[in-house]
């Protein structure tokens, strides 16, 4: 009961206000915000299994197979979840969810005139293994225009939501695509005060993970907070 | 130490990917305690409502036990309940949970606390969640709570769910104001 969990770092975490991304700006606190003290109900957090997921929750390419496979690139995506101290995280879930190859959504507010693909529904969950690894196949997801300033685009990105193993660890965070030319002109990806925080958010190439004839492989890791501030109890 | 992943927006399409089934829905009908509803607006700055936001509530059973290891007492906690929670906002900014309303803690033996839901909010324009708490007007230990009692009284009210009974169910009712007046208290989350 008396272990202290890390909390959100602010020197890598962006604001809530961040007046180039124009939504921020009536849906920022304005007060400060208040440091709880770490109770069971911090210490503790919602625990996910095999039983939560479906069997092709980790292939994109064929969980929303209608006719035929779905259009694109074909990549694998894989990395591992570490805490801060760098140990793994085991059996954190991971939902994904992402645009199509030609940049659209299966949403009701995604406007976008691109195609939809009738194979790609474009979601799926995985759990981290006991080193805390995890990996998925997808298609690459394409840019789309968006409405926060005139000719605005999204980078290509992969939405990640995780719950690590207490309640502080939880993450909702975007994958980014390594020499992508929109980054430069994102609100969202530079609403990260420091370059190295944004370089994080940027898979890397990785020639090992890809599969000769099949698919490219892509490598991101991901740090969770609500890490033991003292890794060795005494 | 490593540095920490930084937080992008949960944006305006998760809702394929992460409200998937009843997961508003906490407890069965055998579950422990006191069965209630949760229902509240999550508004903005201007006081209009945010219809793409998605809340996440984390709490103990009836009796104050958590479904986690680090509980001591998490072999007894209720098999007909599960502490996490998830809702989305409609589209007048309205979210709705069936619960039950959560037992006390243990934290400290000389100090009583009072019961509590942690809650998240995470919408587009939000680069990184919030987190504020539900905390219930019908409970005597609001008075000498330590979380509580260090909050500006002026702001206090806005963690504090209002009690509306029925003839069939007891609601709680909770609005989450993310700027301006009466804005919520968030906490470091």
């Known amino acids: 009961m008396s272990q202290t969990l890390t909390t959100i770092d602010w020197s890598v975490q962006p604001p809530y206000l961040h007046p180039a991304y124009t939504s921020t700006v009536k849906r920022s606190p304005q007060r400060p915000l208040i440091p709880l003290p770490q109770t069971l109900a911090e210490l503790s957090g919602p625990v996910f299994g095999y039983d939560d997921l479906a069997p092709l929750d980790d292939d994109l390419t064929k969980n929303a197979v209608a006719d035929g496979e779905p259009l694109g690139e074909r990549i694998i995506v894989t990395g591992r979840v570490l805490d801060e101290n760098n140990r793994p995280v085991p059996h954190a879930l991971i939902e994904i969810w992402q645009a199509n190859a030609?940049?659209?959504?299966?949403?009701?507010?995604?406007?976008?005139?691109?195609?939809?693909?009738?194979?790609?529904?474009?979601?799926?969950?995985?759990?981290?293994?006991?080193?805390?690894?995890?990996?998925?196949?997808?298609?690459k997801p394409g840019a789309y225009p968006w409405r926060n300033h005139p000719?605005?685009?999204?980078?290509?990105?992969?939405?990640?939501?995780?719950f690590g193993t207490n309640f502080l660890s939880r993450l909702v965070t975007q994958m980014y695509f390594p020499g992508d030319p929109l980054l430069s002109y994102d609100p969202i990806y530079n609403g990260i005060?420091?370059?190295?925080?944004?370089?994080?958010l940027i898979s890397q190439y990785d020639h090992e993970v890809t599969q000769p004839e099949w698919a490219l492989g892509y490598r991101f890791d991901i740090v969770l907070s609500g890490s033991a501030m003292t890794p060795f109890e005494t | 130490m490593l540095k920490q992943t930084p937080s992008q927006t949960v944006g305006p399409f998760f809702h394929n990917a992460l409200i998937r089934g009843d997961q508003?829905?906490?407890?069965?009908?055998?579950?422990?305690?006191?069965?209630?509803?949760?229902?509240?607006?999550?508004l903005d700055g201007d006081g209009a409502p945010i219809p793409d936001a998605m809340i996440e509530i984390w709490q103990p059973d009836a009796r104050g036990i958590f479904q986690h290891r680090t509980d001591p007492r998490h072999a007894e906690a209720d098999p007909h309940f599960r502490g996490f929670g998830r809702a989305e906002t409609v589209n007048n900014g309205?979210?709705?949970?069936?619960?039950?309303?959560?037992?006390?803690?243990?934290?400290?033996?000389?100090?009583?606390?009072?019961?509590?839901?942690?809650?998240r909010i995470f919408a587009r324009g939000m680069l990184i969640h919030s987190l504020t708490r539900?905390?219930?007007?019908?409970?005597?230990?609001?008075?000498?709570?330590?979380?509580?009692?260090?909050?500006?009284?002026?702001?206090?009210?806005?963690?504090?769910?209002?009690?509306?009974?029925?003839?069939?169910s007891t609601t709680y009712q909770f609005d989450i104001v993310l700027q301006g007046d009466g804005e919520t208290v968030f906490f470091t989350p």
């Open chain 1, 102 to 139: 030609c940049g659209r959504y299966i949403h009701k507010n995604d406007q976008h005139p691109a195609p939809l693909d009738p194979n790609f529904a474009g979601t799926g969950r995985v759990l981290t293994d006991a080193n805390g690894g995890y990996r998925f196949t997808t298609i």
């Open chain 1, 151 to 162: 000719n605005a685009w999204r980078p290509a990105h992969i939405h990640f939501s995780l």
């Open chain 1, 193 to 200: 005060p420091d370059e190295e925080g944004r370089r994080r």
């Open chain 2, 24 to 42: 508003n829905i906490l407890a069965t009908e055998q579950a422990r305690g006191e069965r209630i509803t949760i229902r509240g607006r999550v």
């Open chain 2, 94 to 119: 309205e979210f709705c949970f069936v619960t039950v309303k959560p037992g006390q803690i243990a934290v400290d033996e000389n100090q009583a606390v009072a019961p509590f839901i942690n809650v």
């Open chain 2, 134 to 168: 539900l905390y219930f007007a019908d409970e005597a230990a609001n008075a000498t709570d330590p979380v509580l009692s260090a909050i500006d009284p002026a702001r206090r009210g806005t963690l504090i769910a209002r009690r509306v009974e029925s003839a069939d």
